[in-house]
């Protein structure tokens, strides 16, 4: 086993999170060039509001609060409308959303999630047709997370490769070896 990281089997959240993140290593290995936009817009919301923190702590600690309570009063609004912002890109923009990227000029957006007590792992796939379409194609498929983990907890990268490759046209044309070795959640690839 490459991971060497043991999880519960038992436990959706870990199964989900560990398979998410065998999800990127896997793309990004196959030179599909991942985008960070989600994951820099979050960063610069979250950073904005502790540096406006920080400032209003620093001028009150220098000042007094007497002199700084009408700027207390902005900053506090300021802070809450960016954490509003925070929140409502984290659950209305961003979703589910576990991967973004490109390749050959065709962008790929994958969403994961599981429902409760059920250790089902589903994707929504969306990916334009061909470089530059503006046509793009969305599928949903899902697989249990013992055909990659190990009854004690440990992930097995191969299977779950081999299903992404079989399942996903782009990541099975960026990986026909595991394309070729696996089958789609319904038996045979999907051609998005």
């Known amino acids: ?29 196959l030179k599909i060039k991942q985008s960070t936009f989600y994951t820099d817009v979050r960063l610069a919301l979250g950073y904005a509001a502790v540096i406006i923190c920080g400032i209003t702590f620093a001028y009150d600690y220098k000042l007094g609060f007497d002199k700084t309570k009408h700027w207390t009063l902005a900053t506090v609004v300021l802070y809450f409308i960016l954490n509003g912002a925070f929140s409502y890109w ?66 097995v990268p191969q299977p779950f490769q081999q299903w992404l490759a079989s399942s996903i046209a782009i990541v099975g044309e960026a990986d026909p070896k595991n394309a ?7 038996g045979r690839p999907l051609r998005m």
């Open 1 to 29: 086993m490459s991971n060497e990281s043991r999880i519960s089997p038992y436990n959706l959240a870990d199964c989900k999170n560990t398979t998410d993140d065998t999800l990127s290593n896997y793309l990004n290995s």
């Open 90 to 155: 984290l659950w209305f923009v961003e979703k589910d959303i576990v991967y973004t990227g490109t390749y050959k000029g065709r962008k790929i957006t994958i969403s994961s999630w599981t429902k409760k007590l059920d250790p089902t792992y589903r994707l929504k796939v969306r990916c334009a047709t061909s470089s530059g379409a503006t046509e793009v194609k969305e599928t949903e498929f899902e697989a249990p997370f013992s055909r990659w983990f190990t009854a004690d907890g440990f992930i």
């Open 180 to 186: 070729s070795a696996g089958t789609s959640a319904n």
